[in-house]
């Protein structure tokens, strides 16, 4: 009856008060969220009491952590750098280790390259939608996180070219074009199935990246083989925020 419900009968919800170990806190939980719905949605379409609730928090912790809607956008620009930050120096590294060939560190780079967008699949649309939107927005993804990585790569790509391995006429039309190869959505796997159910979903991720490498970089044979087989070498990895 109306008034007499007992507590066992309510549906469960989350319990208020401290947050449990294995969530984010609320600054982290609202970056978070605020990451997918501006990815989703732009920065005019994201609504800030929307990324509130998928981050489980009260919709004036924005205000208490961010201050309004462009600072919290910023936020989560700074995130995706952060993460992106040691790809970019292990990029680097591979990029100068004289003492491998240039084919074997351009194919390392490229494996690199596609592990993280594997584990922050986010990033792609964040970066694609805010890379042309507005100006303030764009320019701000372009100093922050497109040039630094562009630059972490580009004296490697341009020897490529020199040597003949990367064929294009500019190391940042390769950038553009490898990006753009590794730059799959998620539901890439299932999609591909659809017209190619001959292609495990499985194993979809990595066959692409053999595909990448294999078509963008024109190794001698003795270079040009991607160990399929490695157990580390599958790239439907789960997202690590």
Known sequence: MIGTTTAAALPASRPKGRRSKDMPDGRQALLIAATEAFAAQGFDGADLRSVAA???????????HFGNKAALWEACLDRIVALAMPVM????????????SLGERLRDLIIRVATFYAAHPQVRNFVVRHGAEAPERSTLV???LLRPAY???RELFQAGIAAGIIRSSHPALFFALLN???????????LLGRFAPEIDPATAWTELLDTTVATLLHLPPSQAAVVTSDPDRHFNLPVRE
């Open 89 to 100: 120096a292990e990029v680097h590294a591979i990029a100068v280790d004289m003492n491998r």
């Open 54 to 64: 998928a981050a489980g928090v009260a919709p004036n912790l924005v205000r208490v």
């Open 151 to 153: 630059e972490s790569a």
């Open 180 to 190: 753009a190869a590794l730059n799959q959505p998620p539901s890439f796997p299932m």
């Open 142 to 144: 372009t100093e922050k």
